[in-house]
């Protein structure tokens, strides 16, 4: 019910993703995920689905999101939680071998974004 009524209440998004972070890895969740990363006018609602697919992403679904993210990463209209979301998502993709991305945290304008960022590199 919850990847139900995610898109038309962005105002929640804490609490689901909070919810869907209990459970784990199902398609459909991360099917929704994508979905609504790609199509919210929100980006502080893109940045929390991208800490979200981070996590519970596939290898092979990462790579779906990549040039996304490194769009979001080096934006200098993205804000904080957009970003943040972007870098989580890239330092994941360095984990599993899939580039050397987390080089872009360190050309952030923001230190408090590097800071936040900083636990999720070498993370996974």
């Known amino acids: 019910i919850v990847i139900k ?3 038309s209440h962005p105002e929640h998004i804490d609490a689901f993703v909070h919810h869907l972070s209990q459970y ?3 398609k459909s969740v991360v099917k929704a995920c994508r979905a609504l990363f790609l199509s919210s006018p929100y980006q502080y609602v893109q ?3 991208l800490h979200l697919l981070a996590r519970i992403m596939t290898r092979t679904e990462l790579r779906l999101l990549l040039q996304k993210a490194v769009e979001a990463a080096k934006s200098r209209r993205a804000t904080v939680g957009l970003k943040g979301g972007a870098l989580n998502l890239l330092c994941r993709a360095e984990v599993e071998g ?3 991305y987390s080089r872009l945290v360190k050309f952030q304008d923001s230190s408090v974004l590097q ?3 900083v636990p999720y590199m070498r993370r996974y």
């Open 5 to 7: 009524v995610l898109p």
């Open 24 to 26: 784990r890895r199902f």
């Open 47 to 49: 940045g929390e689905m």
């Open 98 to 100: 899939l580039g050397r």
């Open 115 to 117: 800071g936040l960022v």
